[in-house]
């Protein structure tokens, strides 16, 4: 048994004790900020639990330091079901927690909804709504984002 170390510049070191040599491990990351979203599955094979190097490194090698290296975009809006049915359920992803003017509007113009909400939380907005398509507009801060989402009844 020993312990591995995964380094994520966007987070922090995460330990893993009681691993066994020569065995295969596979790890998926899931947050509170996406509830039910995991991100994608990645492995590593241990070798030597004590020392790692390039040399005895086996696995998904994404970065130049140790294990994967994450850049997180400074904005990004993640729409979790498009289309969507009952509720329109979406992240505006920021580096830091600030306020957004998100809007919502059919393609006439017509504004369905309006709200202010703070990025890096689940956001569900739950509207009687025709089937169709809508245009999902996002302001945060210096950054704006327009999303096309549908609507299924």
């Known amino acids: 048994t ?3 170390i995964v380094k994520s510049k966007a987070t922090r070191t995460i330990n893993f004790a009681g691993l066994t040599q020569a065995t295969t491990y596979y790890t998926r990351v899931s947050t509170s900020l996406a509830p039910g979203l ?7 094979t241990t070798v030597n639990p ?3 190097d390039r040399g005895n490194w086996q696995g998904d090698d994404l ?4 294990g994967e290296e994450v850049m997180m975009k400074s904005f990004e809006v993640v729409v979790l079901s498009n289309p969507f049915r009952e509720r329109l359920s979406f992240i ?6 600030q306020e957004a003017t998100v809007s919502l509007h059919d393609l006439n113009g017509k504004m369905i909804h309006a ?6 939380t689940r956001i569900d907005i739950e509207k009687s709504m025709a089937q169709g398509v809508y245009l999902l507009k ?14 299924l009844d």
């Open 2 to 4: 020993g312990l591995a």
């Open 138 to 151: 996002i302001n945060a801060g210096t950054e704006n984002k327009v999303l096309r989402v549908m609507k």
């Open 50 to 52: 004590v020392v790692r």
């Open 38 to 44: 995991w991100g994608p599955t990645r492995s590593f």
């Open 63 to 66: 970065g130049e330091e140790v």
């Open 92 to 97: 505006i992803n920021t580096l830091d927690q």
């Open 115 to 120: 709200s202010q909400e703070k990025t890096n």
